[in-house]
């Protein structure tokens, strides 16, 4: 028999950690008041081979926008396109290298969207929220 060699990465641990901490912060922030109404909706997706979508939210009522987040794995990069729920359309889209993460808002928003995440492997988290 030959030996199996193992390799840890010991970043992915890190970055889990930190995005678990975001997840967790944007909720509270949510629950306790600081963000927008009670009927705010925060999605996320975690790309397992190749791509996620979020569950699909309404705009922000007031604003009429959505948030969106992208954090790439430490050796992977990607794409994403927020998406119109109800024609398809994308209403924004863009690249993200290899270990970086991006966020923004789209303004002009007043259906339902989801946020695809794609072209990257596992570990790579998509968030879209509406407060």
């Known amino acids: 028999m030959k030996p199996v060699s193992i390799s840890v990465n010991p970043l992915r641990g890190i970055r889990r950690f930190r995005r678990s901490l975001t997840v967790i912060a944007v909720m509270a922030m949510m629950t306790i008041g600081f963000i927008g109404p009670a009927s705010a909706q925060t999605v996320t997706c975690n790309v397992g081979t190749y791509s996620c979508n979020t569950d699909i939210i309404p705009a922000n009522g007031s604003g009429h926008w959505v948030k969106w987040s992208v954090e790439n794995a430490a050796w992977d990069d990607s794409n994403y396109a927020v998406y119109d ?43 879209l929220w509406n407060s």
């Open 85 to 127: 729920a109800d024609n398809g359309a994308i209403v924004g889209q863009g690249y993200i290298g290899t270990g970086n993460s991006r966020s923004g808002r789209i303004d002009g928003l007043y259906g339902r969207y989801y946020l695809k995440v794609y072209n990257s492997s596992w570990d790579t988290i998509g968030i």
